[in-house]
């Protein structure tokens, strides 16, 4: 047989895929993903192994220590699975609850909505407990919704992307707890750069993901939970190295100096964002993430505008997103990005921006 | 604030994870994953985009139309899914089918014992027509299955790799349009290594994944069909190189000279397997894939035995899977290992183990 004679062809090769494609190097300053630090991109090369290997299950061990040490829990069921941070947020839902049992969604912005669609989908019973955005919930509002409840799991998302805030976690555990309601966190873009510790915080489910402050590329969400399911498919084996990578990084650092460090360069970016005119859109300080700001658009200004000026030039922040869209400029400073030197790169552009765009809207 | 000063850190560092994994070199002939190419492997270490980029949009297109060169097929919505082959399966299932809508299902092996397993968790009228291990549906039996249960969806698993099986898909598409079926296609382990074409052939739905013929790293499953979904999550940036890559080298040797390599490759194995005194597991020759062929266990062996002398040699062929556990060996000649020099390399070791583990079981 010939298969190049049969008659079945008559797609034709697309000619541009045969050209190397360029890809530019971008300081990325936006909601995430962030840039690949080159000992992770590095890892990426390595060689591929199969997913039963005896050198990629320890890879994967090694993944599982490093989750362990992140989430600052000694759960043995810590693992990445395979997909975006949307993939940790299913993967947590699905396993902690069956349909028709009751999921209370703290919603303060738009992975709270996220997660109480996805609960919708999987038919469980959903109540809702919405902030204004661009506030967090208080110790007593969260505990009279338990108490009203009676929910089989508590969501809540610790670093809100869409906002800026970063949910106070202190005593929410313990309410739960007391309640017999499981606590579910997202921490997708606060891991690594925010106090945060499962076990202390009598967190039952936590997940993240890879491509925030951890600075691998997106595909792995790191999750850790009670033992509730079970997983057969390929693993993103090169991913592994990555998060790997990602993970060793993070504890040779040390993962509070890391927190200390977002922390830091955050403030300096808030002085620098204050010296420009502009106002912070989080108004309590002990809300805002270090990772993630949001900066109010002024009057004057198509949000849109700014962002494009700014990704002509090669660095990218956000716009808002859900509730936020149109309101705010969104800058991550994850990981290798929260450096003085990526600040002050983007707060100069800012700045050019802001002289280009100015009066766009009157 | 000074994170380091607070109570809630107690899980120390993992020490093990500051040194730098060694992954060594494996010829990966077993069921999947291959070894990744040189050029493939390069194309991870680009630097990361943010997921709606304009760079990183055109890779997207560019992966988009190799697919739609891979599948054979001008249909618009083709992409590839974030997750593993089995991400693909579910993809497809959710999307062209409701719960309580019918879904038939040609059992040749575990994959289709898979598809009908993830039917019935998704509340779909599940109906499995089954032919023995090792063998292909007929025209006939296919189409008295389709007439008797007047399906939504009826699925077919080109290649079974846990039997090694090549599903003949002549006439199945038209028999599936005439009763108003949508005929859906798992191309996992095939394609690129037997001739298809999603539009010649009549399908409505087909999905494969990267880690197979296509010589990528695992974590992207390429999928085409009509438009009823819509996507939101962050794009597996550094994989779309990855598959952008190994599309464009499908392309540029050509799919149906990449077909015919596997073809002729694969008899070369043939004949070196019969020297060796061994017997194919698929009786009929044009039900046997040609990437991944499937050898009958010999009374007087333990099959893992083999595997494992393989393996501790650098080479790694596959035990069974589902109904052929411990029953046959799979070698994989996936994209690039399907050469000369790999095969030989392969049966050379399959040889020596042969030799060494004859007799384990009496």
Same mark, same amino acid.
């Given at each position: 047989?010939?298969?190049?004679?049969?008659?079945?062809?008559?797609?034709?090769?697309?000619?541009?895929?045969?050209?190397?494609?360029?890809?530019?190097?971008?300081?990325?300053?936006?909601?995430?993903?962030?840039?690949?630090?080159?000992?992770?991109?590095?890892?990426?090369?390595?060689?591929?192994?199969?997913?039963?290997?005896?050198?990629?299950?320890?890879?994967?061990?090694?993944?599982?220590?490093?989750?362990?040490?992140?989430?600052?829990?000694?759960?043995?069921?810590?693992?990445?699975?395979?997909?975006?941070?949307?993939?940790?947020?299913?993967?947590?839902?699905?396993?902690?609850?069956?349909?028709?049992?009751?999921?209370?969604?703290?919603?303060?912005?738009?992975?709270?909505?996220?997660?109480?669609?996805?609960?919708?989908?999987?038919?469980?019973?959903?109540?809702?407990?919405?902030?204004?955005?661009?506030?967090?919930?208080?110790?007593?509002?969260?505990?009279?919704?338990?108490?009203?409840?009676?929910?089989?799991?508590?969501?809540?998302?610790?670093?809100?992307?869409?906002?800026?805030?970063?949910?106070?976690?202190?005593?929410?555990?313990?309410?739960?707890?007391?309640?017999?309601?499981?606590?579910?966190?997202?921490?997708?873009?606060?891991?690594?750069?925010?106090?945060?510790?499962?076990?202390?915080?009598?967190?039952?489910?936590?997940?993240?993901?890879?491509?925030?402050?951890?600075?691998?590329?997106?595909?792995?969400?790191?999750?850790?939970?009670?033992?509730?399911?079970?997983?057969?498919?390929?693993?993103?084996?090169?991913?592994?190295?990555?998060?790997?990578?990602?993970?060793?990084?993070?504890?040779?650092? &040390?993962?509070?100096? +890391? @927190?200390?460090?977002?922390?830091?360069? !955050? /403030?300096? $970016?808030?002085?620098? #964002? *204050?010296?420009?005119?502009?106002?912070?859109?989080?108004?309590?300080?002990?809300?805002?993430?270090?990772?993630?700001?949001?900066?109010?658009?002024?009057?004057?200004?198509?949000?849109?505008?700014?962002?494009?000026?700014?990704?002509?030039?090669?660095?990218?922040?956000?716009?808002?997103?859900?509730?936020?869209?149109?309101?705010?400029?969104?800058?991550?400073?994850? &990981?290798?990005?929260? +450096? @003085?030197?990526?600040?002050?790169?983007? !707060? /100069?552009? $800012?700045?050019?921006? #802001? *002289?280009?765009?100015?009066?766009?809207?009157?």
């Amino acid at each position: 047989m010939k298969a190049s004679s049969l008659a079945i062809w008559s797609i034709k090769c697309p000619r541009k895929l045969l050209q190397a494609a360029t890809i530019p190097n971008k300081l990325l300053m936006g909601p995430g993903p962030s840039n690949m630090t080159s000992e992770i991109n590095q890892s990426l090369s390595q060689p591929l192994l199969g997913h039963l290997h005896r050198e990629f299950l320890e890879v994967m061990d090694d993944v599982k220590d490093g989750i362990k040490y992140a989430f600052q829990t000694e759960n043995p069921l810590t693992f990445a699975v395979s997909g975006s941070g949307h993939a940790g947020m299913e993967c947590a839902l699905l396993n902690l609850l069956e349909p028709g049992e009751k999921l209370l969604v703290v919603e303060n912005g738009i992975w709270g909505a996220r997660a109480a669609d996805l609960g919708k989908r999987l038919n469980f019973q959903v109540k809702k407990v919405s902030v204004p955005l661009g506030q967090a919930i208080t110790l007593d509002a969260f505990e009279k919704a338990v108490e009203d409840y009676h929910p089989d799991v508590v969501f809540v998302c610790h670093g809100e992307s869409s906002t800026g805030v970063c949910q106070p976690l202190e005593g929410l555990g313990n309410i739960c707890r007391q309640r017999n309601s499981l606590f579910l966190v997202d921490t997708v873009a606060s891991l690594g750069a925010t106090p945060f510790a499962a076990d202390y915080f009598q967190v039952d489910c936590v997940y993240s993901a890879s491509q925030k402050v951890l600075n691998a590329p997106p595909g792995l969400a790191p999750i850790s939970f009670s033992p509730r399911a079970q997983y057969h498919h390929t693993g993103l084996i090169s991913l592994n190295y990555s998060l790997r990578t990602a993970l060793a990084q993070l504890a040779l650092e &040390g993962i509070s100096t +890391s @927190v200390d460090r977002h922390y830091k360069n !955050v /403030h300096i $970016l808030y002085s620098c #964002l *204050e010296q420009l005119g502009l106002e912070l859109y989080v108004n309590r300080k002990e809300w805002r993430l270090p990772c993630l700001t949001t900066v109010t658009v002024p009057e004057r200004y198509v949000a849109a505008d700014v962002v494009s000026f700014m990704m002509n030039k090669g660095i990218e922040i956000g716009g808002g997103l859900g509730g936020t869209a149109g309101k705010v400029w969104r800058i991550g400073t994850y &990981g290798r990005n929260s +450096s @003085v030197e990526c600040i002050e790169r983007t !707060v /100069h552009c $800012l700045q050019e921006a #802001l *002289e280009a765009c100015a009066g766009n809207r009157k």
